[in-house]
């Protein structure tokens, strides 16, 4: 997984803040901060990318616990293959339509088996390359 991180983070380097880090689930739900706005990971027991989403949301203190538990309350059997989470913390100043590019990105990179309602990219536009001018 952390290879597969590290190859797919690259791109978003300049809008990155602090370190990425991955828990499992049942860790996650327990913890009592985590980043504001983020890009998360799911994976599933065998390391693969289950689902890539964002979270934006500037007054929480556990924005991506409280996404997870969002999630996890939806019914969606799979879900329940969601072994671990990593969370790619990004800088508090972005918009919302920042944090779905990096989103997008991170999405294309890792191709994940479950939800295709990533936002679009467009090659030469990575946030690389919007956030560096």
């Not at 949301?57 to 616990?65: D, T």
Request: glycine share 8%.
């Amino acid at each position: 997984m952390l290879a597969k991180i590290d190859a797919a983070t690259v791109i978003i380097g300049p809008v990155r803040a602090g370190t990425v880090t991955t828990d499992t689930v049942p860790a996650l739900r327990q913890v009592t901060r985590t980043p504001a706005s983020a890009v998360y990971v799911a994976w599933d027991v065998r390391g693969r990318c289950r689902y890539v989403g964002s979270v934006r949301r500037p007054q929480s203190r556990a924005a991506v616990r409280d996404r997870l538990g969002e999630h996890l309350a939806d019914g969606d059997q799979r879900k329940a293959g969601w072994y671990a989470l990593t969370v790619i913390p990004l800088r508090r100043d972005l918009d919302v339509a920042a944090v779905r590019l990096c989103e997008g990105w991170i999405a294309y990179r890792l191709n994940p088996s479950d939800g295709s309602a990533h936002p679009v990219i467009a090659p030469g536009r990575s946030p690389s390359v919007v956030f560096a001018a």
